[in-house]
């Protein structure tokens, strides 16, 4: 039987970090509290647009993704559901306090451009590392 890993790779806990910070930035909330308990309206479509955004972005399973929040995978599969619904049916706040799609969908804008920065940086790196081993200092 496989064992299941509750470490994540620094690509995992950098799309982590990606994800909180778009979505704090979109959703007007502080980043922390999208790993936290607090589940007032606009948090929790935050954290679950940043569970979407992890599992659209890369792939990972619910319960890979409930172990970086802390969450379990049942409510990771549930706020994803909610975020697709939310984005086909483009709902908007119980509050008329704008869109809840808008939102998800500017979240996932800036979770694009965190990941192109991302990976540039990472080629970059790359690049630089493999520039120094042909010219050593």
């Not at 704090?24 to 790993?35: G, H, K, M, P, T």
């Not at 590392?129 to 042909?134: E, I, K, R």
């Amino acid at each position: 039987m496989k064992s299941k890993s509750n470490r994540t790779t620094k690509m995992e806990d950098d799309y982590l970090k990606m994800a909180m910070q778009a979505t704090a930035r979109a959703f007007d909330v502080d980043s922390e509290d999208i790993l936290g308990r607090r589940r007032t309206e606009p948090l929790v479509f935050a954290r679950q647009t940043a569970y979407w955004l992890i599992h659209s972005g890369l792939g990972l399973t619910y319960s890979k993704i409930g172990r970086m929040f802390h969450r379990d995978h049942g409510n990771i599969i549930h706020g994803v559901r909610r975020v697709r619904e939310v984005l086909e049916l483009d709902l908007t706040s119980r509050n008329n306090n704008g869109s809840w799609a808008d939102r998800a969908r500017e979240s996932r804008e800036l979770f694009k451009r965190f990941h192109e920065t991302y990976v540039e940086s990472d080629v970059h790196l790359a690049l630089k590392g493999a520039t120094d081993v042909v010219h050593p200092s």
